[in-house]
C-alpha cells in the first residue's frame, strides 16, 4: 500500500508505503516523470509520508519499530535515510513539509505538530490546541504562513511559524 508521493520537478520524485506482509517500509524513487519506480529505500519502520526540498534532502515519517513518531532524513536523494529523534512516544505522524532545508514542520495524532530549525536535528513541540484530535497535512507558503488539517474537519492557520495555531471555520460539521 503506498501512502504518500512527493516530485521535486516533472521528472524525480518518490513515493513511501508498507508492505503489509513483510511488516518493512518501501520507499521508491522515479528519475523519469514516473515511467518506472525502482526500490531505493527498505526499513522497518512504519512510514505514511514524505516530503523533499531538492533532489538529495528529504524526510519520511510514521513511525518508527519502537511505536513512537518516526522521522528518517535522507541527504542524498533516498540511497539511505538516517533516523532522527522526533520525541513524541506512541504518535503516529502523518505529514511532513520544510519550506527550506532547514525549517520544516510535522504533524500526527493526538494533535501533534513538531517543528525543526535545523533540518530535523532536533524537533520541539507545538501548541495545536487539538489534543484529541488527527492532523492528517501540513503546509507553509512562508516561513511564517501555515496550516495544518485533521480529522474531525481541522483547520487550522499559522501567521507567525507556528507559535500559536488558530482554528479555522472548515465549514465541517464536527459533531
Known amino acids: 500500500t503506498l501512502f504518500g508521493v512527493d516530485f521535486v520537478d516533472n521528472q524525480r520524485g518518490w513515493a513511501v508505503g508498507f508492505d503489509f506482509d513483510n511488516e518493512i517500509s518501501i520507499v521508491l524513487r522515479t528519475t523519469n516523470g514516473g515511467s518506472t519506480w525502482s526500490p531505493q529505500s527498505i526499513n522497518d519502520a512504519g512510514l505514511v509520508n514524505l516530503f ?3 533532489a538529495t534532502r528529504g524526510w519520511a515519517v510514521g513511525v518508527d519499530s519502537g511505536g513512537n513518531g518516526g522521522i528518517l ?4 536523494g533516498g540511497a539511505s535515510w538516517t533516523p ?4 513524541v512516544e506512541d504518535t ?3 505529514s511532513v513539509f520544510f519550506i527550506n532545508t532547514d525549517k520544516g514542520w510535522a504533524v500526527g495524532e493526538n494533535g501533534i505538530i513538531l517543528h525543526t530549525t535545523n533540518g530535523g536535528e532536533t524537533w520541539t513541540s507545538q501548541e495545536s490546541n487539538t489534543i484529541a484530535e488527527w492532523l492528517n497535512g501540513v503546509y507553509f507558503t ?5 496550516w495544518a488539517v485533521g480529522a474531525p474537519g481541522i483547520l487550522l492557520r499559522t501567521a507567525d511559524g507556528g507559535v500559536t495555531w488558530t482554528p479555522q471555520n472548515s465549514e465541517i460539521d464536527n459533531s
Open 52 to 54: 523533499f526540498v531538492n
Open 73 to 76: 532524513r535522507t541527504d542524498n
Open 84 to 87: 532522527q529523534n522526533s520525541g
Open 92 to 94: 503516529l505522524l502523518k
Open 142 to 146: 512562508t516561513p511564517t504562513e501555515g
